[in-house]
């Protein structure tokens, strides 16, 4: 298999690594490589930058305003993104709904939401898990009752990440309560503003607000929010999973931490001597590196197919777990690098205090993201859940 790229490629490259020379702002850089949190302002001052420019939805046909790139140019895009420090697009409307919308939606729904994610009208949340039901995400309650041309929602959503920015919320909803589990649910699509709808923050391990509880009562939605067929949510819900799934891998992100990790290693001591020459932890980072590699491959593999036509199936899971746990993998040997600075429980390095952090750069938001990350593993449906679905295809159906 040839693995270098066309001179097409290359000069791509080159395009990519020129704008984000030219206007990928040097304090946000800063505040990623840093590990620091961007802020709502942060994120949608880069989703701006990035509209602009035509290259915000890389995985969007040409038709909706998308760039259509092909598995290699989307590779290199994140790639390079990835080693500028460039903040991650939230991906709740752009790679979640989107594909949704663009597969399921009616063209009104089209032609309303889809301008809307990419102009950042719209910031868009995940109505999925509830209490008692996430793995088991089919056990669903939220229920919604039609009454003339509206739904009635009444419920509550938990874990809904960014929730306290989002200005609109996607769901699965029981809209049906005596059909069999999973074919009694719907897709509604719901203003945050609309009256009845109460957030309430869930502080993280990390010490951060990232997630919130979302409660509903007596929720009015006009039915024509509804995606697709009442009551066949599930399909749609999903085929928004798989592409959830293959995103979380990030590659690119582990690239970067693991120069990151590289770099601390250099610079911090083991008896004497730069850890990074300690043989058990150059092991440590070469296995990763490995990992790594053999991921990416993998991941283009994946990226080629989708972009053939293909959605991705369970190949997406098996990316979720190997991707998570090398991320996770990275985040505690820089933990292990930064030694006794990865001590202080600094949420305050995240969310930027007023000191200088102290230690080599790079350390002082470690133990935030290393305790952050372990939602990797979590989020998007769990690992044992992935290794469940794999298990069950894989294996014809003997799990
Ligand atoms: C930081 C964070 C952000 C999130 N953001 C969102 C969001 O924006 N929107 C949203 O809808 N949801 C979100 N989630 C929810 C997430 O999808 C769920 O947490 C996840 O699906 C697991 O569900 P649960 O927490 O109810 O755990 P449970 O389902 O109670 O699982 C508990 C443990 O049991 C294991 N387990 C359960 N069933 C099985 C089984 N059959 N076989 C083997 N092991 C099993 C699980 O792997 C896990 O280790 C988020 C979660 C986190 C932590």
Redesign the pocket.
């Known amino acids: 298999m040839d693995l270098s790229y066309t001179p097409e490629e290359q000069a791509f490259r080159e395009e990519v690594q020129h704008f984000l020379d030219e206007k990928l702002p040097k304090e946000m850089s800063d505040a990623v490589r840093e590990g620091r949190s961007l802020g709502k302002e942060g994120h949608e001052r880069w989703h701006a930058i990035l509209n602009e420019q035509g290259w915000l939805a890389p995985n969007w046909p040409r038709e909706f305003g998308g760039c259509e790139w092909n598995a290699v140019q989307r590779h290199i895009f994140e790639e390079e993104c990835c080693r500028a420090h460039a903040p991650r697009i939230v991906p709740?409307g752009l790679t979640m709904l989107a594909p949704v919308l663009q597969k399921f939606g009616s063209k009104e729904q089209q032609d309303y939401y889809l301008p809307k994610i990419l102009s950042g009208e719209h910031w868009w949340?995940?109505?999925?898990?509830e209490?008692?039901?996430?793995?088991?995400?089919a056990s669903l309650k939220t229920k919604a009752v039609r009454d003339g041309d509206h739904y009635i929602v009444n419920g509550q959503?938990?874990?809904?990440?960014?929730?306290q920015h989002a200005n609109w919320i996607f769901c699965l909803v029981r809209t049906d309560p005596d059909a069999k589990q999973q074919e009694g649910i719907s897709f509604l699509l719901i203003d945050m503003d609309t009256p009845g709808i109460e957030v309430r923050p869930i502080i993280?391990l990390d010490g951060t607000h990232?997630?919130n509880e979302v409660w509903f009562t007596d929720v009015k939605v006009p039915v024509e929010n509804l995606v697709g067929e009442e009551n066949k949510g599930w399909t749609y819900a999903k085929y928004l999973l798989t592409h959830e799934r293959t995103n979380i891998a990030g590659v690119g992100f582990s690239q970067a931490g693991l120069d990151a990790v590289k770099r601390l290693a250099r610079v911090q001591m083991h008896k004497g001597r730069p850890l990074i020459e300690n043989p058990y932890f150059a092991a440590r980072m070469a296995q990763a590196e490995i990992d790594l590699m053999a991921m990416s491959t993998t991941n283009l593999r994946i990226i080629s197919a989708a972009a053939s036509g293909q959605a991705p199936g369970v190949e997406s899971s098996m990316l979720k777990v190997k991707g998570t746990e090398i991320r996770q993998e990275i985040n505690d040997m820089a933990r292990r690098a930064a030694g006794v600075y990865a001590m202080p429980f600094a949420s305050e390095a995240v969310e930027g205090g007023n000191e200088p952090p102290v230690g080599p750069e790079g350390t002082a938001a470690v133990a935030a993201q290393y305790f952050n990350n372990?939602?990797l593993s979590?989020?998007?449906?769990?690992?044992?859940?992935q290794?469940?679905i794999i298990a069950k295809v894989k294996m014809g159906g003997r799990a």
């Open positions: 709740f949340c995940q109505g999925y898990s209490p008692g039901a996430g793995s088991d995400l959503k938990t874990w809904t990440t960014l929730g993280l990232e997630v372990r939602k979590i989020f998007g449906g769990s690992n044992e859940i290794k469940n």
